[in-house]
């Protein structure tokens, strides 16, 4: 089946550890996404990338780091540098923006520091 | 800046009654609008969306969802509701115009959907 997959669902941090966050898409978009949900306050941007080797920061990238060395993998680091990383985390990924593009989502990974 | 208002942090309604959830938004120009549902533990499920032309939009498990270009509006309704309804449910705006490179998508804050049995 065509989709987006995000691993671990769930994972546990230490404090002033790095972790890695998977996520594989098997659906040909150009486009991927990491989001990360907090209670409340909706869906923020953490970063994105439309092209392999290619990627721009979004609303809240301070302590985060992504690489785009294929099409269909765009892992999320979460460095020690955040500060408050217990969250949601969401892979996401398009079609090239356009008319009528829409964003589909992973299930999502949870992060808890420890 | 663009944004959006789900004004209800929670809807509750009685299983079988019609259920509304609000969205307001705000964008430069024409909008990109959307709905998604969230189950708990789950990513983000895409129900519908509107681009242009009629302003009610059917979209999967029976929701629609009507735009209502001078109330800035796009609320998701459903004539009937079913227990398994209850989640989260997520308005999201863009703009509609492109002119290459990224256009961002806004989420709303969620509101929760109680449908009591």
């Known amino acids: 089946d065509g989709g987006i997959t995000q691993s671990p669902k769930y994972l546990f941090r230490k404090e002033g550890q790095n972790v890695t966050l998977s996520c594989e898409q098997n659906?040909?978009?150009?486009?991927m996404y990491w989001y990360r949900q907090d209670p409340g306050q909706g869906l923020r941007l953490i970063y994105y990338s439309q092209i392999v080797n290619d990627f721009q920061k979004g609303d809240i990238a301070e302590g985060y780091s992504v690489s785009r060395e294929k099409k269909e993998s765009f892992p999320l680091t979460v460095t020690s540098a955040q500060k408050n990383p217990t969250a949601f985390y969401l892979c996401a990924s398009s079609i090239l923006q356009g008319r009528g593009n829409t964003i589909y989502f992973g299930e999502g990974s949870w992060l808890t520091v420890v | 800046a663009q944004s959006v208002a789900q004004p209800e942090d929670q809807v509750n309604v009685a299983e079988g009654n019609p259920l509304t959830v609000k969205c307001t938004y705000s964008?430069?120009?024409?909008?990109?609008l959307f709905w998604y549902v969230q189950y708990p533990n789950r990513g983000l499920q895409f129900l519908l969306k509107y681009i242009t032309g009629d302003n009610l939009v059917k979209g999967s498990y029976g929701f629609e969802a009507e735009f209502n270009k001078s109330q800035t509006s796009f609320h998701l309704k459903k004539p009937s509701a079913l227990v398994s309804d209850s989640a989260l449910y997520f308005c999201?705006?863009?703009?509609?115009?492109?002119?290459?490179?990224?256009?961002?998508?806004?989420f709303g804050t969620g509101t929760k959907l109680q449908v009591i049995p």
């Open positions: 964008v430069s120009g024409n909008p990109y």
């Open positions: 659906l040909n978009h150009d486009a």
């Open positions: 999201a705006v863009r703009p509609l115009l492109y002119s290459g490179g990224y256009q961002k998508v806004t």
